[in-house]
């Protein structure tokens, strides 16, 4: 048997998890001190698996990792340190809850501090686990998110000419992230249009301190128009589709 190379103990948050050979799976978790980590976590597809419980995807565990020379990180031991079973009760609720997780999980790196993005996805699968208004707390998370990564967009002057914005239907850019003028908005051929009120809303949620909780809703009206305009700028920063989305807005 090979000698343990390393062994850490960590807390994480699991994103996902994919079954692996006869029994195994790996896990993906978005750990504070360490950012993500893929690790294998064996037999935990038999009857009998103590650890299956703890690993279920929005599960805040404890664990202890080892690692041989030069292989994945296995899970030896692991706790729940705080469950949110309700999301997973409606596939309303596990959709968004996986929302959050996949865009926690293509926003982190690994082997890098994510302390702030760590704080903040479990906060929102915990208000997602409490929270009548889903919608509302998607949208906090999204501005949030955007805010840690540097995506924070420009609201309240131009990102093309510079002028403040007029009370006026606007353009989103999505490649200068944030609001264009109507001048500006007809030369980018990408940027999608924006009502006031859609920007509004925009606004208010960015600049809603971290720890509010009471958020005026995100009214039900201008969902689809928002959806657009953020599930578009999010593919654009990550240069890919967001999964969940597109099935959030096939069952929904
Ligand atoms: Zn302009």
Redesign the pocket.
């Known amino acids: 048997m090979a000698a343990v190379e390393k062994s850490i103990r960590v807390e994480g948050l699991i994103l996902t998890h994919q079954n692996y050979g006869e029994a195994d799976r790996f896990v993906r978790m978005l750990t504070p001190d360490r950012g993500k980590i893929s690790a294998l976590a064996r037999g935990v597809r038999k009857m009998n698996s103590r650890k299956a419980g703890h690993l279920e995807p929005f599960t805040v565990i404890s664990a202890q990792l080892v690692q041989g020379r030069g292989s994945a990180w296995t899970i030896s031991q692991v706790t729940t340190l705080e469950a949110f079973p309700s999301l997973s009760c409606t596939l309303e609720s596990a959709c968004f809850a996986s929302y959050v997780a996949e865009l926690a999980d293509r926003f982190s790196d690994e082997d890098t501090e994510s302390r702030d993005l760590y704080r903040l996805t479990v906060r929102t699968l915990r208000r997602l686990s409490q929270a009548a208004d889903a919608y509302s707390v998607l949208r906090w998370f999204d501005f949030r998110l955007l805010d840690l990564t540097g995506y924070r967009p420009q609201l309240r002057e ?1 990102v ?2 510079g ?1 403040p914005i007029a009370p006026q239907p606007q353009y989103f850019s999505l490649s200068l992230g944030g609001a ?2 109507p ?2 908005g007809v030369l980018d051929a990408a940027a999608l249009p924006i009502s006031m009120r859609t920007l509004k809303f925009f606004r208010y949620y960015q600049s809603r301190p971290a720890a509010d909780n009471a958020l005026v809703g995100w009214p039900s009206e201008l969902w689809v128009e928002t959806d657009r305009i953020l599930n578009a700028y999010f593919t654009y920063i990550l240069e890919r589709k967001i999964n969940s989305s597109e099935f959030m807005a096939k069952v929904g």
């Open positions: 131009c093309g000419c002028r264009l003028c001048n500006c």
